[in-house]
Antibody
Framework: EVQLLESGGGLVQPGGSLRLSCAAS????????MSWVRQTPGKGLEWVSG????????YYADSVKGRFTISRDNSKNTLYLQMNSLRAGDTAVYYC?????????????WGQGTLVTVSS | SYVLTQPPSVSVAPGQTASVTCGGN??????VHWYQQKPGQAPVLVVY???DRPSGIPERFSGSNSGNTATLTISRVGAGDEADYYC???????????FGGGTKLTVL
């Protein structure tokens, strides 16, 4: 059974940093594209960043480029999101999402999300 | 950047057919995916590549895509289909995943 478990969310002050983790199990992690998607409470989905494959280039939404860094450790089956220079507008639930076998850029499994709150 | 436009809400009577649209410039040339999200839950993929269904998704869910509009169609709607529905594409020109703003489906 595919499982994605996010961790690392919490309350952080504006300008601060946070690192999110997504522990994956139930599939060969290294073979799949992975992304981070966020959702402001009560609002829609916003793609944040992703890999198109195991060792592919990383892509970023314009809103986070230069502040966030995505990485993965295939030996630990874990996806990361390093978030720096955080702003109030980054407050959201952050989901880890697995690229489908039918295409890297749609997502067949999602974690339950971790809440990041940026506030003083 | 590429923009996907969805109606904020759609209402339908039980047993009827609901259509949720997703507008975008020449969206018919892109592959469109649809997600269902119920309150407090993560999104679930219900249609991919315009009209394919993942295993476990009922045949009541179908999709189409042509011109400037993609459509998710849900037939024989029941209370369990009440949810937010999001369309999504990959915009190769910007190398971005793009989501529509979401449509809240209400079963009357």
């Amino acid at each position: 059974e595919v499982q994605l478990l996010e961790s690392g969310g919490g309350l952080v002050q504006p300008g601060g940093s946070l690192r999110l983790s997504c522990a994956a199990s139930g599939f060969t992690f290294s073979n799949y594209a992975m992304s981070w998607v966020r959702q402001t409470p009560g609002k829609g989905l916003e793609w944040v960043s992703g890999f198109s494959g195991s060792d592919a280039d990383a892509y970023y939404a314009d809103s986070v480029k230069g502040r966030f860094t995505i990485s993965r450790d295939n030996s630990k089956n874990t996806l990361y999101l390093q978030m720096n220079s955080l702003r109030a507008g980054d407050t959201a639930v952050y989901y880890c999402a697995k690229g489908a076998i039918t295409g890297a850029y749609h997502f067949d499994y999602w974690g339950q999300g971790t809440l990041v709150t940026v506030s003083s | 950047s590429y923009v996907l436009t969805q109606p904020p809400s759609v209402s339908v009577a039980p047993g009827q057919t609901a259509s949720v649209t997703c507008g975008g410039n020449n969206i018919g040339t892109k592959s469109v995916h649809w997600y269902q999200q119920k309150p407090g839950q993560a999104p679930v993929l219900v249609v991919y590549h315009d009209s394919d269904r993942p295993s476990g998704i009922p045949e009541r869910f179908s999709g189409s895509n042509s011109g400037n509009t993609a459509t998710l169609t849900i037939s024989r709607v029941g209370a369990g289909d009440e949810a937010d529905y999001y369309c999504q594409v990959w915009d190769s020109s910007s190398a971005h995943v793009v989501f529509g703003g979401g449509t809240k489906l209400t079963v009357l």
